[in-house]
Nanobody
């Protein structure tokens, strides 16, 4: 059984910063991609940032220059440093991992429970 445990959400004023953390636990053979998605009320879930095990990184245009994603492969963890936060960043942030539990099975998507980020104006 695989679990993604997130922490670090909260309430912050516009222009402030937060750091989200997520670690994967359980029987894991390899993690291909770890990243963060977010979902605002009434909106679809969208990619915020993702990092592959090979070091490739992808950001949503709306967060480029403000958010930084990083991975600690040894800890099976991913972090999202969010600076210059805006009210439009308010959403539930979900950790995501595309991983294999064994070498014989294909990669599968796993999700954290979500953490609320609220940015006040």
């Amino acid at each position: 059984q695989v679990q993604l445990l997130e922490s670090g959400g909260g309430l912050v004023q516009a222009g402030g910063s937060l750091t989200l953390s997520c670690a994967a636990y359980g029987s894991i053979f390899d993690i291909n991609v770890m990243g963060w998605y977010r979902q605002a009320p009434g909106a679809q879930r969208e990619l915020v940032a993702a990092a592959t095990s090979g070091g490739s990184i992808n950001y949503a245009d709306s967060v480029k220059g403000r958010f930084t994603i990083s991975r600690d492969n040894a800890k099976k963890a991913v972090y999202l440093q969010m600076n210059d936060l805006k009210p439009d960043d308010t959403a539930v942030y979900y950790c995501n991992a595309l991983l294999q539990t064994t070498r014989w099975l294909p990669s599968k998507n796993y999700w954290g429970q979500g953490t609320q980020v609220t940015v006040s104006s």
